[in-house]
């Protein structure tokens, strides 16, 4: 079956370490999305990547970083330098990077900083 | 920068009942998309309207885009317990260039039998 998976669905880090979440996605999409949720809040943009090997910086890219090696991969690390990681994050995908096409999304993993 | 306002923040409505939830923007929206989302889950998507004057339907929801592109609203007739769930919508505030979605705040909506 085709579709969008993030993992794990739980992360748990302590303060000051890196952590990478995984986006897989086997759609063949062009189009990859970073997106961060928090509570009451609707979804923020944090990197998006229209085609392997480039991507660019959202409204909050600040202390994340990303890279597009394949097509089907779009891994995000939260760095240190984010002061506020805790949150759910969202991995998209749309079959390209135009507008008006619509976007797939993954099932989520919440990080939690301990 | 561009913001998308949804309304209500929250709706309670029994089994039965229709129901509307709004988005409305203060700028041209070139592509209006709705989500549904439940709690600590990923979104599915539910619709898109492009032109002034869309409207699509799906089963008990259906969706408008106003002429001027500003408003959206979103309608479930004779809502069921299924319709539970936090109703995001999304829109590309920029008439050209790669696709960024921004998003509201989200509708939380509860049916009670």
Redesign the interface.
């Known amino acids: 079956d085709g579709g969008i998976t993030?993992s794990p669905k739980y992360l748990f880090r302590k303060e000051g370490q890196n952590v990478t979440l995984s986006c897989e996605q086997n759609l063949n999409h062009d189009?990859m999305?970073w997106?961060r949720q928090d509570p009451?809040?609707?979804?923020?943009?944090i990197y998006?990547s229209?085609i392997v090997n480039d991507f660019?910086k959202?409204?909050i890219a600040e202390g994340y970083s990303v890279s597009r090696e394949k097509k089907e991969s779009f891994p995000l690390t939260v760095t240190s330098a984010q002061k506020n990681p805790t949150a759910?994050y969202?991995c998209?995908s749309?079959l390209s990077?135009?507008?008006?096409?619509?976007?797939?999304?993954?099932?989520?993993t919440?990080l939690t900083v301990v | 920068s561009q913001e998308l306002e949804q309304s209500p923040q929250s709706l309670i409505v029994q089994e039965g009942k229709n129901l509307t939830i709004n988005c409305t923007s203060s700028k041209t929206l070139y592509g209006l998309y709705w989500y549904k989302q439940k709690y600590g889950e990923g979104l599915i998507f539910l619709m898109m309207l492009q032109k002034g004057g869309e409207e699509k339907s799906h089963e008990k929801i259906t969706a408008k885009l106003d002429e001027k592109k500003q408003q959206s609203s979103l309608h479930i007739t004779a809502s069921q317990p299924s319709h539970a769930g936090i109703y995001l919508c999304g829109a590309d505030p920029r008439p050209e260039g790669a696709q960024k979605l921004v998003f509201g705040q989200g509708t939380r909506l509860t049916i009670n039998p």
């Open positions: 993030q189009a999305y997106y009451g809040q609707g979804l923020r943009l998006y229209q660019q959202g409204d759910f969202l998209a749309s990077g135009l507008r008006n096409t619509e976007a797939f999304f993954g099932q989520g919440r």
